[in-house]
């Protein structure tokens, strides 16, 4: 039996779901998808909105209650287990949250260099400067949130800023990787 809750809200105008709950169209299934460019969506009473997966406690059980939240980080469901959805939608929601955990972000690149079947980058990242390793065929992968995502050998994420946001060196290294 899915058991997926939808938030209760309080009777203010700014408080209001962005979507009607399942029940005003109870033919109309609860779904997720992600989008060519890998952002999830919420398809619940004939509506969709774009949503962003929150773990929610206990982190020791990443597969069950998995909050959905709109841009305004107000919840627009919550999955009580991921093995309550049907597999299309599990998935889609697998890969979402392949980003959602702890993730180091690199701000800058200065070098990336192949030695002996691994690449060597060497990072700034928000917590200082970070060198790590990934196999020649580990490529980075488009993240939910417009950036990319590279997994290093000892099965670290690293989120990678998209190529717009970046100074010129970092652009240069980063080019042929995602862009």
Aim: hydrophobic share 35%; net charge negative; proline share 7%.
């Amino acid at each position: 039996m899915l058991e997926l809750t939808s938030p209760t809200y309080n009777d203010a105008p700014d408080s209001a779901p962005a979507t009607p709950d399942a029940a005003s169209k109870p033919d109309a299934p609860t779904r997720l998808r992600l989008s060519e460019d890998r952002r999830l969506w919420l398809e619940q009473g004939g509506t969709s909105v774009r949503v962003q997966p929150v773990r929610c406690f206990p982190w020791s059980s990443p597969t069950e209650l998995v909050s959905l939240r709109d841009e305004n980080e107000r919840e627009q469901l919550l999955v009580q287990k991921l093995s309550d959805l049907d597999s299309a939608s599990a998935g889609a929601l697998q890969t979402a949250m392949q980003g959602v955990g702890f993730v180091l972000e690199v701000v800058s690149v200065e070098s990336i260099e192949e030695d002996y079947e691994v690449r060597v980058w060497v990072t700034q990242t928000r917590h200082g400067k970070r060198t790590f390793q990934t196999k020649l065929d580990e490529w980075p992968w488009a993240s939910p949130d417009g950036g990319h995502l590279v997994r290093d050998l000892s099965g670290d994420l690293f989120r990678l800023p998209s190529l717009d946001t970046v100074d010129p060196k970092t652009r240069g290294w980063l080019w042929a990787y995602i862009g």
